[in-house]
């Protein structure tokens, strides 16, 4: 087994927030970070076709999102893509903090780093569904995983 | 030609009627609010606000019960309104106006008193592919239901319908063509004079969902010779909560009624009730009272300005976006039937809508996106989704310049 996809790029959620707390707070104007925000979007790994169907589609999203956990030794790692740019760069930095750590880590989280980059207040409220919506599913997979290993 | 010699029409003084609705002058992210959602909602004029307010303020009771001074007062104002709304779309007679909380409810309440009594297994109903959800799924129900056929309608390229279909639809089988009078994605104005004429031939009823020519066209049930007619009064600038079927008196009096409950009835005892007249038989339980009076006062206010001269102005601001828009690099505008109402949706090759109404929202404008409520439309033009702009009598080519701008802006991110 190669051990690069089960690291992630930062040893611990929190460190993903601090990190993107420190890119976003990097951006005075709005446009800019709403740029930033497509740009990380833009960078999503393409959804393995095996993901691409209607049961990985989520419900409470305006636009169309796909998301599917999968679990890696210890850990889990999330597969997810919008069809919608902006949404697509929330899942990129959602995928930042959750992808790629344990169940309990996930679980344990809180996503205090929407609010501190903006996300929470300037996004419309659509969005902000999308955005729960994801947390959500993101959240009870991980649940669904600390259960199954308790049970 | 070009924009800046076409006729500006000089009687009608778009900033005064702006300067009635008091949501107009906000700002929106540090912007002043450009609102293009009136196909999803109307704003309210001051006469809409200041009326229902007034009626909470110094009229109000519940109505056709107390004997008392402010029963009869809130009574002589919901009818008065209802008399209001006949007039506006010229009913035979305020009994065919039904009082429901929207268009959505209007249609429900004939699927199921009108369908349930009158549909046998095998009898056909044709909606189209331009349908709202509202005029698709209580049909759906009667179709799973009574084992009724539902036929749909497909659409043109350019968002006309495709009358040849209609026509090789229609059977004697028909017993009812439910149709959008406008479509609220595409603006097509459908041939509703034709549909009606030819389903009458084969002995189908009407119903002509009239969310969105309600507040651009003169509507004339009578001259239509339309069986059912539905609308929403949040879409004819007056309070949400409040909407209007008509029908045609010997078709409503033949419905069994549609909910039970007070005001309905004439008489009850554990055995048995006797109706109450019409229009009361449909109108079960305390209605909504101020919203009914407000619907009344939106009338008045859309009449006191003119329906031809918003029409006018209407038609304007949609030539002048459809020549702006087009000179957006990848836009696509959906939809482009001849005589089409002031909806424009549309498009981008580099955006997704979603995308396209959240920038645009940076810029202080308000767009629909989405499927619009219209999915099997969507399907057929096999786009997931579209951004709309849509143009009220409030709104001015200055804010088709603000949304234009703002597009380019999307284009400047996403291209």
């Given at each position: 087994m190669?051990?690069?996809?089960?690291?992630?790029?930062?040893?611990?959620?929190?460190?993903?927030?601090?990190?993107?707390?420190?890119?976003?707070?990097?951006?005075?104007?709005?446009?800019?970070?709403?740029?930033?925000?497509?740009?990380?979007?833009?960078?999503?790994?393409?959804?393995?076709d095996a993901y691409r169907?209607?049961?990985?589609?989520?419900?409470?999203?305006?636009?169309?999102?796909?998301?599917?956990?999968?679990?890696r030794?210890?850990?889990?790692?999330?597969?997810?893509?919008?069809?919608?740019?902006?949404?697509?760069?929330?899942?990129?930095?959602?995928?930042?903090?959750?992808?790629?750590r344990t169940p309990g880590e996930i679980v344990e989280t809180e996503p205090d780093f929407i609010a501190q980059i903006g996300l929470d207040s300037h996004l419309s409220p659509t969005r902000k569904n999308g955005l729960s919506a994801m947390l959500g599913a993101i959240k009870g997979r991980a649940q669904a995983e600390l259960e199954a290993a308790a049970g | 030609m070009a924009i800046e010699e076409m006729d500006q029409d000089t009687a009608y003084d778009v900033d005064a009627y702006r300067a009635d609705f008091p949501i107009l002058s906000t700002q929106v992210n540090g912007r002043p609010l450009v609102y293009l959602d009136s196909a999803a909602s109307a704003q309210k004029p001051r006469q809409v606000i200041d009326r229902v307010s007034q009626v909470y303020q110094t009229g109000y009771a519940n109505v056709h019960r107390g004997l008392h001074h402010?029963?009869?007062?809130?009574?002589?104002?919901?009818?008065?309104?209802?008399?209001?709304?006949?007039?506006?779309?010229?009913?035979?007679?305020?009994?065919?106006?039904?009082?429901?909380?929207?268009?959505?409810?209007?249609?429900?309440?004939?699927?199921?008193?009108?369908?349930?009594?009158?549909?046998?297994?095998?009898?056909?109903?044709?909606?189209?592919?331009?349908?709202?959800?509202?005029?698709?799924?209580?049909?759906?129900?009667?179709?799973?239901?009574?084992?009724?056929?539902?036929?749909?309608?497909?659409?043109q390229p350019d968002g006309s319908l495709d009358m040849e279909a209609f026509t090789a639809l229609l059977t004697d089988r028909t017993r009812m063509v439910a149709v959008a009078h406008v479509s609220n994605v595409l603006g097509t104005?459908?041939?509703?004079?034709?549909?009606?004429?030819?389903?009458?031939?084969?002995?189908?009823?009407?119903?002509?969902?009239?969310?969105?020519?309600?507040?651009?066209?003169?509507?004339?049930v009578q001259a239509l010779d339309v069986d059912f007619y539905a609308f929403s009064g949040h879409k004819l600038y007056g309070p949400s909560g409040i909407g209007?079927?008509?029908?045609?008196?010997?078709?409503?009096?033949?419905?069994?009624?549609?909910?039970?409950?007070?005001?309905?009835?004439?008489s009850v005892s554990i055995e048995k009730s006797e109706w109450a007249d019409l229009p009361h038989k449909f109108e079960a339980g305390t209605p909504a009272i101020a919203q009914a009076i407000g619907l009344g006062a939106a009338i008045e206010y859309v009449e006191s300005i003119g329906i031809d001269l918003i029409a006018e102005h209407e038609?304007?601001?949609?030539?002048?976006?459809?020549?702006?828009?087009?000179?957006?690099?990848?836009?696509?505008?959906?939809?482009?039937?001849?005589?089409?109402?002031?909806?424009?949706?549309?498009?981008?090759?580099?955006?997704?809508?979603?995308?396209?109404?959240?920038?645009v929202d940076r810029h202080g404008v308000a767009v629909r996106a989405g499927h619009h409520c219209a999915q099997p439309l969507m399907d057929h033009f096999d786009v997931g989704s579209a951004a709309r702009a849509s143009f009220g009598l409030y709104n001015t080519r200055a804010e088709v310049d603000a949304l234009t701008t703002s597009l380019e802006k999307v284009r400047e991110i996403f291209g």
């Open positions: 190669t051990t690069d996809s089960l690291e992630p790029a930062t040893a611990t959620p929190e460190e993903a927030q601090e990190e993107l707390i420190d890119e976003f707070g990097f951006f005075d104007d709005w446009d800019d970070r709403y740029s930033y925000l497509i740009d990380l979007g833009r960078k999503l790994p393409e959804l393995p169907r209607d049961e990985f589609k989520l419900k409470g999203c305006q636009s169309q999102v796909w998301l599917a956990g999968e679990k030794g210890d850990r889990l790692h999330f597969h997810a893509i919008s069809d919608a740019a902006i949404v697509s760069g929330i899942i990129a930095v959602l995928l930042r903090v959750y992808s790629d | 402010l029963s009869e007062r809130a009574t002589e104002d919901y009818e008065g309104a209802r008399e209001i709304i006949r007039r506006y779309i010229n009913a035979a007679a305020t009994s065919e106006i039904i009082y429901t909380r929207g268009a959505s409810e209007s249609i429900n309440l004939v699927a199921a008193a009108w369908g349930r009594k009158n549909l046998k297994p095998g009898d056909e109903i044709i909606i189209t592919y331009l349908e709202h959800h509202s005029n698709i799924v209580p049909w759906q129900f009667l179709r799973d239901e009574l084992g009724v056929v539902l036929k749909a309608v497909p659409v104005i459908l041939p509703v004079q034709d549909i009606i004429r030819m389903s009458h031939a084969v002995g189908a009823k009407v119903l002509l969902d009239g969310c969105q020519a309600i507040q651009h066209m003169a509507v004339d209007v079927l008509y029908g045609k008196e010997a078709l409503l009096d033949a419905m069994p009624p549609y909910q039970g409950g007070g005001d309905m009835i004439s038609r304007d601001l949609l030539n002048y976006a459809t020549q702006k828009l087009a000179s957006v690099e990848g836009l696509t505008i959906m939809g482009t039937a001849p005589g089409k109402v002031s909806v424009v949706s549309f498009v981008m090759d580099c955006a997704h809508p979603h995308d396209i109404a959240t920038i």
